[in-house]
Each structure stands twice: as structure tokens, then as C-alpha cells.
């Protein structure tokens, strides 16, 4: 039989590793306790002990466990501050839950992001609002034939050094397209086949074309472009999962794949209160597009130095996107730009898409929300829109302008949503039926002002812009009208290289084969009776 030192030892030490760290006086009054059992005598068992043991110790020992309670919550109430509503359910939190919430909460500058979005709310003031000078405004299709070769050997040979990244923004949760999974790793119909026809298998293929015609113009490089794909909690292990598929597929080495995760940030209610997600955490949201330099100079700094000097930052939505663009790279570099924005021209003064301007604080886009209706409608002596630099979310940066932005500080903005919360009062998840909070974004143009140079490069709507972001009930800006505006586009490509077609239906081709309609002239005798597949 046991002794009853060993006894009451061997339960102390279960209890002591069944409670928490913060409990510990708990087991240092069973400590004491144990030691007058191991004096006293005439205690016939160690049953007999043990009982009389937890006799003498239970009243105590809930007075203690409460007031370590009391103590425990009141050190969370001081971390917390005026946020301690989150701690509403905190007596029903194990312990390991309790640290997550604490965990998570220190994770930000609350005092900071609660400024910020104080200062949300103050819309920004469009003082001096002009259209951006014609001298840093090229028009691609009025530019010479030679210089636009010249722009594109350029671009060419800048990827033949691997001088060029290609940055993928994913971070985005696809809230209006309604979908469970990234927008970036959906097929979109034209194969039924994600590895090759998803936004990401699409661009991953541009980037194989491209490193293809960089070594065919220059035979004696070794062409890489290296594959940035800026993603966020919400959105990383998929992307990731996807992107593995892809990569093979499109033939891209896999060590030029870099992928980051941008930061999240609080949501708030109306009152600027946090939500609880759980009883153990609260709502975060990814801190938007403007998370990307603090990314890039967190991760790409030995590759910046060394390697990387052109970055081509893109939207994952737009299935016409021309990565790394061989004619807007060479163009920003003859022309010594450290930022520049590829744009579509605006027709329609109401349009859902930002414009890109000049404010006397610097290179500013306008939402399309916030520029005044008369401001909107303004027309030049050409009869087009004064302000029709409509921002398409593609850009060029050099490493400089990434340094320059990393250091100055980006205003955060507000985007009304639907959040789920958990009720503090019941405890019950709420799904909301229309928006009831705020999701905090940093937004990439916000740093445009940083430029030394900044230019804009407006090329055709039909060609570059078709972007994916409702679900298909809208009807606009959906899969069948991407699907729509890339077949049109390969039957350009088609009509132009004289290539007879022998089908009724579309025509995919598939960007390994064609980065915008050069290679196909092998099909003039022929012709084309389907689509062009990997």
C-alpha cells in the first residue's frame, strides 16, 4: 500500500498539471495542506486521509481558485482597456483559450488602430484636383510602332535578367463573389481543368510564355520572372495548395514562387467596438492591398539588393491582365519611372472605378464614390472625360519607390460589410442580413505621392481589363463575362495573324501558347477548328 505521503503527493501533481500556470497557489495550499496530513496521527488509511484531506482543503480551495479568478480577470481588464467587453465570456474559457484571446489582442497597437479609425471618418480633401499632366500621361496606342518595339525589347531583356517580379495581390476574402475558396484557384470555365484555366494557372502561363520569347530574343540568358503572390489569413493555405498544382503545369521552377501573407486588423461596429468571432476571439479582416510594401521589404530585401529591380503589382481578378508586360516595363524604364499605373480610359462619368489624379498633395486615386457628380461629368475640348484615367489595379514600381512607401505612413479606410459576431449577451453566433460594421483597409495608391516620377499608361479596356468580382447573378463582372471578353480577345488575335477559323463557337488559347497574339502565324494554312491547349 502507498504511503500517504506518496499518495497525496502523486494528486497534487495531477492537479498541479491539470490547472494553470496562474492557478498555482491553488497547489501551493494543497502543498501545505499535504504536509500537516504527513504529521498527523492516528489516521488509519490513506483512503481514510485522503478523505479527510479533501475535507479540510475543498472550502478553501474554491475561495482560492475564485479569488485567482478575480485576479486573473482583472490583470486581462487592464490589458484590454476600454475593449474589456471582450472578456464577457471569460469565466467560461479554459485556459488555453483564455491566452489565445490575450495572445491576440497584443498582437496589435489597439491605441494606434483605434486613432486611425477615428480618423477614418474624415473623408479626404481633393484640393487642386487636376487630370495628370500630358507629359506623364502615354496613350499606347499613339505611340510609333519602333518605340513601342523598343519598349518591348526592353521589357524582354529586363526578365532575361530576372530583374522583374510579377506581384500577385490575393490577400482578398471574394466577400461579392460569394465564393468558399480563393478567387484565384476557381476554373473559369474554359477547360473545367483549375490547373489551367484558373486566374492563377492563367498568369502562371503568361509568365512561361514570356521567360520563353525573353530567351528566344536574347539565346544566351537565363529568363526568370519572379512569381510574388501576396496572400492573407484568410486566403494562404489554398492559394498555396493551388499553386503547387499549377507551377508544374505551366513549367514555372518552383523557386520562383514567393508567397507572403499580409497582416490582418481589427473589424469595428458602428459604436467602434470590436466583434467577437468566438467566445475566445474577435473579428480581424485582411488590412488590404496597401500591406503589400511592408511585405515586400519584410521578406524581398536580400532579393531586392540583389536581384529583383522592376515590380509588376496586379490584381488577381483580372483575367486579361498582362503580367509583367513586356512594353509597360520598358516603357517606365526608358523613361526613368519609380511608379506608374496602367489605367483604361473612363466613358461612363459614373462607372464603378477609381480615377487616378493630381491633388496639390501629390498623385492621388479618387473612388469613384467620392468624386463630386459635376467633377465626374467634366469634359475637355477633345469632348472625352476631364478625369477618365480609370484605375485598373496595375502597376510598376522600382525598389526605391517600395523603400520610399515602406516609410510613409498610409491612411487606413473604411469598407461597410456584413461581419458575423457572437452576441454578448446570449452567446450565439449572428449572421447578419445587411452591413453592420466596418472592415479597415490601407490602400496601395495611397503611397503614390511617394514617386520621384510617376507616369500613367492607358491602354484598351477590350485588351488588358476584365476583372472577376461578382457572383454570376449580377451579371457584370462575372465568370461568363471574363470568359466572354478572353474569347473575344484570341479571336482578335486570330483575325489579325490571318488565321482561318473552322468552328462556330469560341476559341481559347491558352496563354502558353500566346502571350497576346504572337506565335500563332503556324496556323495560316491550316487554320484553327478548337481550342489551343497545353
Given amino acids: 500500500m502507498p504511503s500517504i505521503s506518496s499518495a497525496v503527493t502523486a494528486h497534487e501533481a495531477q492537479l498541479r498539471r491539470s490547472v494553470p500556470p496562474s492557478f498555482h497557489c491553488v497547489c501551493h495550499y494543497f502543498h501545505s495542506t499535504s504536509t500537516l496530513l504527513r504529521d498527523s496521527s492516528g489516521l488509519r488509511s490513506t483512503t481514510a486521509r485522503i478523505k479527510l484531506f479533501f475535507r479540510l482543503s475543498t472550502k478553501h480551495t474554491s475561495l482560492v481558485v475564485r479569488e485567482a479568478m478575480r485576479e486573473d480577470r482583472s490583470k486581462a481588464m487592464a490589458i484590454f482597456g476600454k475593449h474589456d467587453y471582450l472578456l464577457r465570456f471569460w469565466n467560461e474559457l479554459t485556459p488555453e483559450e483564455r491566452q489565445q484571446l490575450v495572445d491576440q489582442f497584443t498582437l496589435y497597437n489597439m491605441h494606434e488602430i483605434d486613432k486611425a479609425f477615428k480618423e477614418s471618418e474624415i473623408p479626404t480633401k481633393l484640393e487642386g484636383l487636376e487630370p495628370i499632366a500630358g507629359d506623364h500621361y502615354s496613350v499606347a496606342d499613339d505611340i510609333d510602332e519602333s518605340i513601342m518595339k523598343e519598349y518591348w525589347n526592353t521589357g524582354l531583356e529586363a526578365i532575361a535578367k530576372g530583374e522583374v517580379a510579377a506581384v500577385v495581390l490575393a490577400g482578398g476574402q471574394a466577400t461579392r463573389l460569394g465564393s468558399a475558396v480563393p478567387k484565384g484557384t476557381l476554373s473559369l470555365g474554359f477547360t473545367k481543368c483549375d490547373t489551367t484555366d484558373s486566374l492563377f494557372a492563367i498568369q502562371a502561363a503568361r509568365i512561361s510564355r514570356l521567360q520563353n520569347l525573353a530567351r528566344a530574343l536574347f539565346p544566351n540568358s537565363k529568363p526568370k520572372i519572379w512569381w510574388i503572390v501576396l496572400t492573407s489569413s484568410a486566403t494562404a493555405e489554398a492559394t498555396l495548395k493551388h499553386l503547387r498544382d499549377v507551377l508544374p503545369v505551366a513549367m514555372i521552377d518552383p523557386?520562383?514562387?514567393?508567397?507572403?501573407?499580409?497582416?490582418?486588423?481589427?473589424?469595428?461596429?458602428?459604436?467602434?467596438?470590436?466583434?467577437?468571432?468566438?467566445?475566445?476571439?474577435?473579428?480581424?479582416?485582411?488590412?488590404?492591398?496597401?500591406?503589400?510594401?511592408?511585405?515586400?521589404?519584410?521578406?524581398?530585401?536580400?532579393?531586392?539588393?540583389?536581384?529583383?529591380?522592376?515590380?509588376?503589382?496586379?490584381?488577381?481578378?483580372?483575367?486579361?491582365?498582362?503580367?509583367?508586360?513586356?512594353?509597360?516595363?520598358?516603357?517606365?524604364?526608358?523613361?526613368?519611372?519609380?511608379?506608374?499605373?496602367?489605367?483604361?480610359?473612363?466613358?461612363d462619368p459614373f462607372e464603378r472605378v477609381g480615377v487616378i489624379c493630381q491633388t496639390l498633395h501629390g498623385v492621388h486615386v479618387v473612388e469613384y464614390s467620392d468624386l463630386p457628380a459635376e467633377v465626374a461629368s467634366a469634359r475637355d475640348d477633345s469632348g472625352r472625360l476631364k478625369f477618365r484615367a480609370g484605375n485598373i489595379a496595375s502597376h510598376f514600381f522600382t525598389c526605391d519607390f517600395v523603400h520610399a512607401a515602406v516609410n510613409y505612413k498610409l491612411p487606413l479606410h473604411r469598407a461597410f460589410k456584413k461581419i458575423p459576431f457572437i452576441d454578448r449577451t446570449t452567446g450565439i453566433l449572428v449572421k447578419p442580413e445587411t452591413e453592420n460594421g466596418y472592415k479597415l483597409e490601407f490602400f496601395i495608391f495611397d503611397a503614390f505621392k511617394c514617386a520621384k516620377n510617376f507616369h500613367v499608361w492607358e491602354v484598351k479596356r477590350s485588351e488588358e481589363f476584365s476583372p472577376l468580382k461578382n457572383a454570376e447573378s449580377v451579371g457584370k463582372d462575372c465568370m461568363s463575362t471574363c470568359r466572354r471578353d478572353y474569347y473575344a480577345e484570341c479571336m482578335r488575335w486570330l483575325v489579325k495573324a490571318n488565321v482561318p477559323i473552322h468552328v462556330d463557337g469560341p476559341i481559347f488559347i491558352h496563354p502558353l501558347y500566346s502571350y497576346f497574339g504572337e506565335g500563332l502565324e503556324e496556323y495560316r494554312e491550316k487554320g484553327v477548328a478548337g481550342d489551343l491547349l497545353p
Fill in 255 to 347: 523557386g520562383q514562387l514567393i508567397v507572403l501573407a499580409q497582416r490582418s486588423i481589427p473589424c469595428y461596429d458602428k459604436n467602434g467596438g470590436l466583434f467577437l468571432s468566438s467566445k475566445s476571439s474577435f473579428e480581424v479582416s485582411p488590412n488590404g492591398n496597401g500591406g503589400l510594401y511592408e511585405c515586400l521589404e519584410a521578406h524581398c530585401t536580400s532579393s531586392i539588393n540583389n536581384v529583383i529591380k522592376y515590380f509588376h503589382v496586379f490584381s488577381v481578378d483580372n483575367v486579361l491582365c498582362r503580367v509583367a508586360d513586356p512594353y509597360f516595363i520598358g516603357y517606365c524604364i526608358k523613361n526613368n519611372v519609380d511608379c506608374a499605373a496602367k489605367v483604361v480610359e473612363k466613358t
